[in-house]
Nanobody
Framework: QVQLVESGGGLVQAGDSLRLACAAS????????MAWFRQAPGKEREFVAV????????FTADLVKGRFTISRDNAKNTVYLQMNSLKPEDTAVYYC????????????????????WGQGTQVTVSS
């Protein structure tokens, strides 16, 4: 199993940047495909970005493409989400997630495909 803890959320203004981090426990972090999802009040959890075990071929959802970047550091057991040019509609709780399934690039993942989740970190963007 892997345990995930997100950090880096906060209250920012539109146009600002934030970098979220998700620290994983255990020595097998490199075995997991890692992703970021987000959930706004009253909405379903939605896919943001995913990255392969080795950090190659990351894929970002169209709604944040060009503004958000996912990356990972397997030596630090950490996955990151760099968020630039933030908009009020980016306001949500952001979750990192992990699974052991094979990685398929260039597609949207669903929340049901991930077995392990962090507790989430709140991102609020004011206009």
């Amino acid at each position: 199993q892997v345990q995930l803890v997100e950090s880096g959320g906060g209250l920012v203004q539109a146009g600002d940047s934030l970098r979220l981090a998700c620290a994983a426990s255990g020595r097998t972090f490199r075995n997991y495909v890692m992703a970021w999802f987000r959930q706004a009040p009253g909405k379903e959890r939605e896919f943001v970005a995913v990255i392969s075990r080795g950090g190659f071929s990351p894929f970002t959802a169209d709604l944040v493409k060009g503004r958000f970047t996912i990356s990972r550091d397997n030596a630090k057991n950490t996955v990151y989400l760099q968020m630039n040019s933030l908009k009020p509609e980016d306001t949500a709780v952001y979750y990192c997630a992990a699974n052991l399934q094979s990685y398929s690039s260039s597609r949207i993942y669903t929340a049901g495909e991930f077995d392990y989740w962090g507790q989430g970190t709140q991102v609020t963007v004011s206009s």
